[in-house]
């Protein structure tokens, strides 16, 4: 056996040489992963359809029923009579950070299916990323009300480690501000 192995490859070598050798065998191990692919895959999706909830074929409507929870979200938020040491603790942040807030954008909106109000700020700043990150995180947390809409980032110069950013925030309220 051993030196029938051993006349066989010598009679491939010789037939096909070192580059035919190798093209066989990269052949087979391109062809026995392109097979496993195939098994990873065909496996995948059978998992993820077994995942999948069961296709509806009727359109349901929500009942009323289901704002329900809405609305006692928005009885658990604090009155819009807040706003204004909201927007205060906002400032002294930003100051605590030594982050200038010049200018800001407001808007006020109601919803008065859900009964409450949001105040939304946009605030154009430029300052370092950990500096802005830091005040974003100390906003959200001393206000668990408050959600982060749009916080984007711009760098003039790719050396420069300043930033400008806008933060938009909207800090929601309950009850519908007339």
Do not use: C
């Not at 051993?2 to 052949?27: D, N």
């Not at 959600?147 to 309950?174: C, H, I, K, M, N």
């Amino acid at each position: 056996m051993k030196y029938f192995f051993l006349r066989w490859s010598l009679g491939l070598h010789r037939r096909l040489g070192w580059a035919g050798i190798l093209a066989i065998v990269f052949s087979a191990a391109a062809a026995s992963l392109w097979m496993g692919s195939l098994q990873m895959q065909h496996r995948s999706q059978t998992l993820a359809e077994s995942h999948l909830p069961h296709p509806v074929n009727a359109v349901v409507k929500t009942p009323v029923a289901a704002l329900e929870p809405w609305q006692q979200l928005a009885t658990e938020l604090p009155a819009f009579d807040d706003n204004a040491g909201d927007l205060k603790r906002i400032f002294a942040i930003a100051k605590r950070r030594h982050i200038a807030l010049d200018k800001g954008d407001y808007q006020l909106l109601r919803d008065p299916q859900l009964r409450s109000t949001s105040f939304g700020a946009l605030f154009p700043m430029r300052d370092n990323y950990a500096n802005i990150k830091g005040f974003v995180a100390d906003v959200l947390q001393a206000l668990p009300y408050a959600v982060l809409e749009e916080l984007a980032f711009d760098r003039g110069d790719a050396s420069s480690p300043q930033l400008d950013a806008r933060v938009r925030l909207t800090v929601l309220y309950r009850g519908v501000v007339e």
